[in-house]
């Protein structure tokens, strides 16, 4: 559909030079002679595009802006100046009351034509832009609500697991098979649905390499970090049995239960960083709006994640909560998931298998 103009100009034969001008391209035309007209013509249509004269009576120019712009209505329509002042203070006025752009008198036919096409061009793509991010939004309304339906049904099956199966270690086996035989499918099968590609989850090999580097300039600290807190913790009377290194690995670490238990946990770390960071965070990151977007997304998608292990303990939730926001910190960088998984497996595995918490948390 031709795009629509409207013009505002009391004087006719500058009326008649751009309605000639603009039919010939194609444009259709509504027409008004003052600034009161202008205003009642668009309380009936939509133009596209307003050209607009400056020195007008009863209402000028600047006056009509104003309140075109005041209205949320007709806010978004573009409206270029038409103006014989060349001072430059009348074009910055007319800039600051929200006009796109000024053609000055008389008209040059191939500049009126090409500044009314790119603020027409503009104008389209912006409406397009909003459009397109609006269906996103309405997607990704769509992904969230399924996926916390998933997290919510993984919650409940897994709570009742752990209300019968009182074994630590059993109950930790089971929750594994649900997340990998139900949730991940579950997961998947929405991501499939859903309006992004994989890349935007987290599921590439971009940046891997400054994402490694960075995720172990910090992992390193971390892991002596974690002894030292150890090292205090059994000064304490009430801990002072345990050893330094107590986790199973470190106790004994030819135990073939242990390491498949190591194995296992190794094999879980990618699907829990694709959950948490790559489907949690990055679609919170994508969905909220304001201040503080990634730190708001992070925080969330580690306290939902964190009450998927309320069932196990709530010092093990806890125990989930904090290292997470580190990894998320660490994925916001980079948006892949090879350095944030890395840094998982190896502080996991230097927390859980050789410096030993169980006897701390659970």
Known sequence: MPS??????DAPANIQTLSTILKERGYNISIATNGRQGLE???RIRPDLI??????PEMDGFETCRRIKASTAWLEIPIVFLTAKTDTADIVRGFELGAVDYVAKPFNAHELLARVNTHLTLDYLHRENERLQSRIRELMGHFLTNVFVILCAYALVAGS???VVRNINTNILISASLLVGILVPAMLIVIKRGPHSWDFFGLTATNWRPALGEAMAWTLPILVLVLAVKRLIILDPAYSHLSLFSGRMAQNPTHGPYLL???IYV?????????????LQGSLQEFLTGRHVVWKAILISNLLFSTLHVHVSPSFALGTFVPGIFWGWLYSRHRTLIGVIVSHILIGAWIFYFVGVHDILL
């Open 51 to 56: 050209l607009l004269d400056i020195m007008m």
């Open 267 to 279: 094999a879980l770390v990618p699907v829990q960083e694709f959950l948490a960071r790559g489907i």
């Open 161 to 163: 697991i752990a209300g």
């Open 41 to 43: 013509v668009l309380e």
């Open 4 to 9: 629509r103009i409207l013009i505002i100009e």
């Open 261 to 263: 238990q190591l194995c």
